[in-house]
């Protein structure tokens, strides 16, 4: 059975191109141990994460076959592959990345590095196993190019992130080059209060660096960043660039992203990844959970899906549509 999108959650006049279908997914704090108890949900990371992979591999089935393959074009992971960065947890995400039938392209987050608090592989570790083997890297899928950066290495102590002045040359010397891209990283770009303080998100989820990165890929007309490390599903605006963060794998509502480009714009939608019982239990953990937990589970109780489209940049006479401008 083709899985069936959820509701679309933005509508973009960028990228745009010849059909080219991408899954996104972000935060999916796999734990082998499966030790139940947080709002996370880490007992059924690893599930929800070959789900997001076999949806994935037949979306569009009506619709998309490239290269004699029916489904997504590539799999974007926003980073926290892991929950703590434990060597058997790769080796399952690994066990899982081999069932796709095409690229998966990641970007660390905080939980995937060394920290002074915690052990996990190095990040040239990360990127040999979960990159093209270059990190920051680009690969062109289809009719955009997309580009990972590392956000989550460079600070030692702390789940915040920074960009690197050497990311920053790199990209300034790499975008003239290319065209439509969609830039993934694991951390925020624009200010929480922007557009993810309904549910509490602090200034932690941002990146140090965040203007600098923000002007960079605005020079060089950059219509995407993609970010996760929220575990909320929201569009905003950085400066001039319009970023897109993820829904956790893990935990409520349990759920990718598809991004459809096409000539006419990019259509994101949701990607349910959980069936009815699985959604109640993430939503009972987030009940039980953090103060920010239960500020999730709450703005979707009072509504957020009925506020969907929250962007739509190429409708003008959608009266549910919130249109975030950009800083001119």
């Not at 007992?43 to 029916?70: C, F, S």
């Amino acid at each position: 059975m083709t899985p069936r999108p959820g509701p679309v959650l933005a509508r973009l006049a960028r990228p745009a191109g010849p059909e080219t279908t991408l899954a996104v997914l972000a935060d999916v704090h796999a734990d082998v141990a499966r030790e139940p108890g947080s709002w996370k949900c880490h007992e059924h990371a690893l599930d929800r994460l070959r789900t997001a992979l076999d949806d994935a591999g037949r979306l569009g089935a009506d619709a998309v076959l490239v290269a004699g393959r029916l489904g997504a074009d590539a799999v974007l992971v926003a980073g926290d592959l892991t929950r703590d960065g434990r060597p058997d947890s790769f080796d399952a995400i690994d066990a899982a990345f081999a069932t796709v039938d095409g690229p998966v392209l990641c970007v660390p987050g905080n939980h995937d590095v060394p920290k002074s608090y915690r052990d996990a592989p190095s990040v040239h570790a990360f990127r040999e196993r979960y990159t093209p083997g270059v990190l920051p890297y680009v690969r062109r899928v289809g009719s955009v190019h997309v580009v990972g950066l590392d956000t989550a290495s460079a600070v030692e102590d702390g789940s915040h992130g920074r960009v690197t002045d050497d990311q920053l040359a790199w990209l300034d010397a790499v975008l003239p080059a290319i065209g439509e891209a969609v830039v993934v990283c694991h951390h925020n770009l624009a200010d929480a209060a922007s557009h993810a303080a309904p549910v509490g998100i602090e200034a932690h989820a941002t990146v140090e660096g965040a203007d600098a990165l923000a002007d960079v890929l605005a020079d060089h007309a950059v219509p995407l960043v993609v970010s996760g490390h929220a575990h909320w599903p929201t569009v905003g605006a950085a400066g001039r660039v319009r970023e897109l963060l993820a829904p956790a794998v893990c935990s409520f509502p349990q759920a990718g992203l598809i991004l459809d480009v096409t000539p006419e714009g990019t259509t994101v939608s949701m990607l349910p990844l959980a069936d009815r019982d699985g959604l109640r239990a993430a939503h009972d953990a987030a009940c039980d959970g953090t103060e920010r937990s239960r500020r999730i589970v709450e703005t979707f109780r009072d509504g957020y899906l009925t506020r969907f489209p929250l962007v739509d940049e190429r409708t003008r006479n959608n009266p549910n549509a919130t249109r975030l401008p950009l800083e001119r």
